[in-house]
């Protein structure tokens, strides 16, 4: 905890950019995914981009490598959908904790690399903590608005596991991300927290949500302000807001975020919107020249990018960030 709050006092930290978009560009097939270990697995996984961590191990760490490159100081893990419920869609449940402590050590690997090389600078590893692909909030069937596919007692559960791997794996920093129900968030931090108590252990926490429209609230219906006082009873190393929108259109939710809170504060926007087609044409210039508005007002802590965003957006990000003096918690210009 003391290492990252002391960088982050003396400079503005970049996160990096999508894992998922820089796959895509692999264009890895059904056979990929599956490896030999997995060759005969009896449903199909490509999609599974957790997954190969453990079947394309060298490409994770080409990624990762190339976001250092570029200049991004805080790597995440391969592990967005990394709790049984979400590997549930691959009958992979049982391989959770091995897919999250393989992608924690294959990131710690290469962050290591880098320490040593310009030990002046160091990086620092998050273990990604995606939402899984259901909500304790709101029922996935209209017709019974009751209903619910999943409790707090499960996502507890489950993100307990996926916590116990990372830590294990060797990551510096927990990032629950893409927020877009607070209550699983919520079961998300109370994992953390039963981990740290019996691990007598501190390790800095990150929290991102997700604004999903031009609302300005979350899937769950929370305001920027309602979902700050939601997290805010846990010692945060930062709170933020990541995908769904671009940099513009993040901006002024940003900018109520980091009038009210103490915390550090964290952005990785999409590179723009998506076209027709679902792509993000948002070059890396036309982001620098967004990103830098949050800068000049003094808007965030750390910076980065999410879906769309490669290693050159995340460059144009970390050239940018040098000529500005970190957030002051509570300032906003």
């Given at each position: ?14 996160l ?24 005969d ?20 760490k ?15 893990t ?31 690997e290469?962050?290591?690399e ?89 390790i ?21 302000e ?19 929108l ?58 980065g990018g ?28």
């Open positions: 905890m003391k290492q990252i709050e002391e960088e982050l006092n003396k400079r503005i930290l970049v990096d950019g999508a894992m998922g978009t820089m796959l895509q560009q692999y264009q890895f097939e059904e056979a990929d995914f599956r490896g030999e270990r997995f060759a697995f009896p449903v199909a996984l490509k999609g599974n981009n957790d997954l190969l961590s453990l079947t394309q191990p060298e490409a994770i080409e990624i990762h490598r190339k976001y250092l490159e570029a200049g991004a100081d805080i790597i995440e391969n592990t967005f959908s990394g709790t049984s419920i979400a590997m549930a869609d691959y009958r992979m449940e049982n391989l959770v904790y091995e897919l999250n402590f393989e992608s924690a050590k294959l990131a710690r290469v962050v290591d880098f320490n040593v090389k310009t030990p002046e600078k160091l990086r620092f590893v998050a273990g990604s903590i995606g939402p899984t692909n259901r909500t304790a909030s709101l029922s996935p069937d209209v017709n019974r608005p009751e209903f619910r596919a999943v409790t707090f007692s499960e996502l507890k559960t489950a993100y307990k596991e996926q916590v116990e791997a990372l830590l294990d794996g060797g990551v510096n920093i927990l990032l629950v991300e893409t927020i877009f129900d607070t209550l699983n968030a919520k079961a998300a931090l109370f994992a953390i927290e039963e981990v740290k108590e019996a691990r007598h252990l501190e800095p926490v990150m929290v991102s949500g997700t604004i999903t429209d031009a609302s300005g609230r979350t899937l769950s219906g929370q305001t920027v309602a979902f700050l006082i939601s997290v805010s009873h846990i010692p945060l190393l930062s709170v933020g807001f990541n995908c769904a671009g940099a513009e259109q993040l901006r002024p939710y940003m900018k109520r975020l980091a009038r009210d809170t103490q915390f550090y504060t964290s952005a990785h926007p999409n590179a723009g919107l998506p076209n027709a087609f679902g792509a993000y044409d948002q070059s890396p210039e036309e982001m620098q020249y967004l990103i830098e508005e949050y800068l000049k007002e003094g808007l965030v802590n750390i910076i999410c879906c769309g965003t490669n290693p050159e957006h995340i460059k144009a990000i970390a050239d940018v960030v040098k000529k500005y003096e970190p957030r002051q918690n509570g300032v906003v210009i």
